[in-house]
């Protein structure tokens, strides 16, 4: 965690539940000069569990997020993340939009080393919209992803070789990749998923093992270019 960044939300406690909140890193009383999409941004991170604190009974297991809606953060929309392995993460009907401050390692909504579910969620105009990595178990489901420039959807390495990652059900529209897959060893499912107007579809690389793809579909007549 960067001493000088700001995060709205930290999670520092397990069974915590955020709903019906509107989260706008853009503060009117204050003024950053970082510019991102038109709105200045004064805050690095929406909602964040604690990764720095490492009090087993602190880390922010069982963390739910719904109906909430977070813009125009730098790093991170909700991050589901802690010292060591969370489990129980439901996010689900969430709003994220304008999540876009770092060209390579913004995302709207993401699980670092993390168990729980994306469900039902809603991101706009981000550099990676739904992103599970390093050591997480991941349900990605039914989530619609607009204007991601990076990936709509992102999974890798997660070099543990239980439990299971679905990526089912999702509408990703626009960006540079729909889907985007690599270093892979826990199974993983992408099952159902529409992509449209993206510049790649699916893309599968690096030591990914034997992911199961099947019944997407990608449109890639309106992609730029």
């Known amino acids: 965690k960067d001493d000088n960044a700001t995060s709205i939300c930290l999670i520092q406690a397990p069974n915590v539940t955020i709903q019906d909140l509107t989260l706008d890193g853009n503060n009117p009383s204050l003024t950053s000069g970082v510019n991102v999409n038109g709105e200045d941004i004064d805050a690095r991170n929406g909602i964040i569990g604690d990764y720095i604190i490492t009090d087993s009974s602190k880390l922010p297991n069982n963390l739910t997020v719904y109906n909430v809606t977070v813009e125009n953060t730098y790093l991170r929309g909700i991050y589901g993340t802690g010292y060591s392995h969370v489990t129980g993460l439901d996010f689900h009907d969430n709003v994220v939009r304008n999540v876009a401050g770092d060209e390579f390692n913004s995302a709207g909504v993401m699980f670092w080393n993390a168990t729980g579910s994306m469900v039902d969620n809603t991101v706009e105009d981000t550099q990676r919209g739904l992103f599970c990595i390093?050591?997480?178990?991941?349900?990605?489901?039914?989530?619609?992803?607009?204007?991601?420039?990076?990936?709509?959807?992102?999974?890798?390495?997660?070099?543990?070789?239980?439990?299971?990652?679905?990526?089912?059900?999702?509408?990703?529209?626009?960006?540079?990749?729909?889907?985007?897959?690599?270093?892979?060893?826990?199974?993983?499912?992408?099952?159902?998923?529409?992509?449209?107007?993206?510049?790649?579809?699916?893309?599968i690389g690096g030591r990914s093992d034997n992911p199961l793809i099947v019944d997407n579909e990608v449109d890639g007549s309106g992609a730029a270019g």
């Open 134 to 203: 390093w050591g997480s178990n991941c349900v990605i489901q039914n989530n619609i992803i607009t204007d991601a420039l990076e990936a709509g959807i992102s999974v890798g390495r997660n070099l543990v070789a239980t439990g299971v990652i679905s990526v089912s059900g999702n509408s990703i529209t626009g960006g540079s990749l729909g889907i985007e897959v690599f270093y892979q060893e826990t199974p993983l499912t992408v099952v159902g998923n529409t992509v449209n107007d993206a510049t790649v579809g699916i893309v």
